[in-house]
């Protein structure tokens, strides 16, 4: 059975820096996505950013040249480093991951609050 557990969620400032971890647990086929969405209240959820298994990388409109996704594959580990945070960042920020032909997988989410 996969788990995805998030962790580094909390309060940040515009301006400044948050990272985001996401540890999954049991086993991992490929080819796979790995990636980030975000749900702020009132709004549906929205893509952040995502990474194949082949290092594929794709971003929301509203992160790119500020968020950077990574994931170390022998640790079944994907990363969020999200810079010049803004106010509207805030949001519960989920881990997902997609196998081709399974049902997708979801971390309990994180919550962020960037302050101006």
């Known amino acids: 059975q996969v788990q995805l557990v998030e962790s580094g969620g909390g309060l940040g400032q515009a301006g400044g820096s948050l990272t985001l971890s996401c540890t999954a647990s049991?086993?991992?086929?490929?080819?796979?996505?790995m990636g980030w969405y975000r749900q702020a209240p009132g709004r549906q959820r929205e893509l952040v950013a995502t990474?194949?298994?082949?290092?594929?990388?794709n971003y929301g409109d509203s992160v790119k040249g500020r968020f950077t996704i990574s994931r170390d594959n022998a640790k079944k580990m994907v990363y969020l480093q999200m810079n010049s945070l803004k106010p509207e960042d805030t949001a519960i920020y989920y881990c997902?991951?997609?196998?081709?032909?399974?049902?997708?997988?979801w971390g309990q989410g994180t919550q962020v609050t960037v302050s101006s």
């Open positions: 997902n991951l997609n196998i081709v032909g399974r049902p997708a997988y």
């Open positions: 049991g086993i991992i086929f490929k080819p796979n996505t």
């Open positions: 990474m194949t298994s082949n290092s594929r990388t």
